[in-house]
Structure formats: structure tokens, C-alpha cells
């Protein structure tokens, strides 16, 4: 085993859930009555913008009083003590991961904290409230701009780098995600086209993908994390050692 190799790590909601972000299905996995597919798809905006607007104006105020939790540090402690290819690909559209000191990576479902102009195409950062007032500084037009964030039926950012990352990958850890909204859903598959590629579900439960995995670790991402990741260093640092 050599110790330069490629880790690439997904995660999901469950990241996020002891900071206090809630998940998206399961017991919290409904937002004032609505599904998640109500609210977050193109259908659901043309519908009703304001319902939409609000759910994100929300969840974007509520950002400002989480924190990492000491999974999101873990992470960010194997990406800057790795010695080999790092990706971490979130779902998330929460800031925490950054927040935490994470830095190869990418928000395949979009951010919170960035807005789009449907007429003009400008993504911007953006703390505050949107809504059909607000005008693009890009192109000047009002009732354009909305969340940067990918709605159902529509194409996640990034697929292209991500899937080359995961054929390349050794390591694949998937952590706090249901496995049921694609194309997420399916990495456990492309990196396992690598037979020698290590696939680890983190979870409180089983999920839909549970199977695909030959590593299970059933716990929080607070406190499994920092084990792992503590495990996985040193266990690679003994290697790199014994190679030398
Ligand atoms: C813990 C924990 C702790 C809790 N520790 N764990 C039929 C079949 C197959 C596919 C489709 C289909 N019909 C339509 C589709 C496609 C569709 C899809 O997959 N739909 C399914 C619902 C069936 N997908 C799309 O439309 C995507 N686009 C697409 O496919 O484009 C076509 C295309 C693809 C590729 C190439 C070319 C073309 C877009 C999907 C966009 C998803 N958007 C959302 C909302 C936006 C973000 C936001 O508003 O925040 O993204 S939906 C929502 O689900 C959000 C999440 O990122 C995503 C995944 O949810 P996640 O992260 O798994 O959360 P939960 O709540 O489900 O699970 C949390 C987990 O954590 C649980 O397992 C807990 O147990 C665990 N947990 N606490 C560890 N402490």
C-alpha cells in the first residue's frame, strides 16, 4: 500500500445536523407542512416565489448562528494532513465546512450564501433577504435574482471533476446522506468501478445504500469523525514510515 493516495469524501445533511441545521427527510423532513420537492424546484418557484424566497431567506438567516461541529474539523484535519488527493464534495449548501478550514472543496447542490440572476447568469455572494424586489447589480433588472442553489430536475455543479475524482479514488467516505436523491446517490458506485477502492458509509442508520458499502461505522459524525480520521492518519503515516 502506498501512502500517496486518493481520497474523496461526500457528504450530506447528517453533516450538518448536531450544529443545529436540520435534515431534509426523517423526523424534521418537513418545513411548515411542505416537502423538500415542493419547495425546491423550478416548478415549486414558478408556483410560488415568495414561499420559496422565504424558505431560503430562513434557512440563509440561520446560518448565522451555527457552528462546525467537530466532524466538520475532522474533515478539515484529513484534507491538511493527507498526503495524497484530497476532494470533499458536499451536498450542503451551508458554509460550515469552509468555516471549519476545508478547502478542496466543492457544493455540488449550490450555497446558501450565493445568489443567481436568472437574466444575466452573475452568481454573487449574498447574506441578506431575497425577493422579487431585489435587483441584480450585474445587469440592473429586478425580480431576477434567486438562490444558487440546484432545484430538482436540474443539473448539479461540478459532475464532470467529481466523477473523474471517484474513478480515481482509494478511498470513498460517504457520510450523513439518506442515498436516495441522485446523482449523489450513485458515487458509492463509480468509485467502487476501482474493485480495490475503500467504501465507508458514516451513519446513525441504514440507508438506502447501506449495501453498497463494504465499511459501515453507526454513530454521529461529531464523534465518529475524529476517530476515524485520527485512525486513518496515523495507520497511514506507520505505512509511509515502514516504506521508506
Ligand atoms: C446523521 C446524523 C449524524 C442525521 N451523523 N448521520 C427517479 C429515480 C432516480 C432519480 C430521479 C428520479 N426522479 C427524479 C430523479 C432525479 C432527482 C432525484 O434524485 N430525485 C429523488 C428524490 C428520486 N435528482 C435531481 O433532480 C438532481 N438533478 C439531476 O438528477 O439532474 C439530472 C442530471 C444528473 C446528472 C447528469 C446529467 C443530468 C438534482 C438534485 C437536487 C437536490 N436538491 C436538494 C435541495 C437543494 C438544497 C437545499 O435547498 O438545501 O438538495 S434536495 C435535498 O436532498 C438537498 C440535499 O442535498 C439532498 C440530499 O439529502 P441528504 O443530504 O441525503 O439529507 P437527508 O435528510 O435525506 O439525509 C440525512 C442523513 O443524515 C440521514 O440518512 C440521517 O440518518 C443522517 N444523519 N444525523 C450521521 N449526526
Redesign the pocket.
Same mark, same amino acid.
Given at each position: 500500500m502506498s501512502a500517496e493516495r486518493n481520497i474523496v469524501v461526500l457528504? @450530506?445533511? @447528517?453533516?450538518s445536523?448536531?450544529s443545529g441545521v436540520p435534515? #431534509? %427527510?426523517?423526523e424534521d @423532513?418537513l418545513w411548515e407542512g411542505h416537502h423538500? /420537492?415542493m &419547495? +425546491?424546484s423550478p416548478e415549486g418557484f414558478a408556483r410560488d416565489p415568495k414561499l420559496v424566497q422565504r #424558505?431560503?431567506n430562513l %434557512?440563509r438567516a440561520a446560518l448565522k448562528t451555527v457552528e462546525p461541529n467537530a466532524?466538520h474539523f475532522a474533515l478539515a484535519r484529513l484534507e491538511r494532513e493527507w498526503r495524497g488527493n484530497f476532494l470533499l464534495v458536499t451536498?450542503? &449548501?451551508d458554509d460550515l465546512h469552509e468555516r471549519a478550514g476545508s478547502e478542496k472543496l466543492l457544493h455540488m447542490?449550490?450555497e446558501?450564501l450565493k445568489a443567481r440572476c436568472t437574466n444575466c447568469g452573475e452568481v454573487c455572494s449574498w447574506s441578506e433577504d431575497l425577493s422579487s424586489d431585489t435587483r441584480c447589480a450585474a445587469c440592473g433588472k429586478t425580480g431576477e435574482m434567486r438562490?444558487h !442553489? &440546484?432545484?430538482?430536475? /436540474? $443539473?448539479?455543479f461540478e459532475?464532470e471533476t467529481i466523477t473523474n475524482a471517484l474513478k480515481s479514488a482509494d478511498i470513498f467516505l460517504c !457520510?450523513?446522506?439518506? @442515498? $436516495? $436523491?441522485?446523482? +449523489? +446517490?450513485g458515487f458509492a458506485r463509480t468509485a467502487a468501478q476501482n474493485p480495490s477502492c475503500r467504501l465507508v458509509e458514516?451513519?446513525? /442508520?441504514s440507508?438506502e445504500i447501506s449495501r453498497q458499502f463494504r465499511e459501515r461505522v453507526i454513530?454521529? &459524525?461529531?464523534v465518529?469523525l475524529p476517530k476515524f480520521v485520527e485512525q486513518l492518519l496515523s495507520d497511514t503515516h506507520r505505512q509511509a514510515w515502514l516504506e521508506r
Open positions: 457528504t @450530506g445533511a @447528517g453533516m445536523a448536531e435534515t #431534509f %427527510r426523517g @423532513g423538500i /420537492e &419547495v +425546491a #424558505f431560503y %434557512r466532524g451536498q450542503n &449548501v447542490h449550490g446558501l438562490p !442553489i &440546484v432545484w430538482f430536475g /436540474e $443539473v448539479p459532475l !457520510i450523513g446522506t439518506s @442515498g $436516495v $436523491v441522485y446523482p +449523489a +446517490a458514516f451513519n446513525i /442508520e440507508t454513530g454521529p &459524525v461529531s465518529e
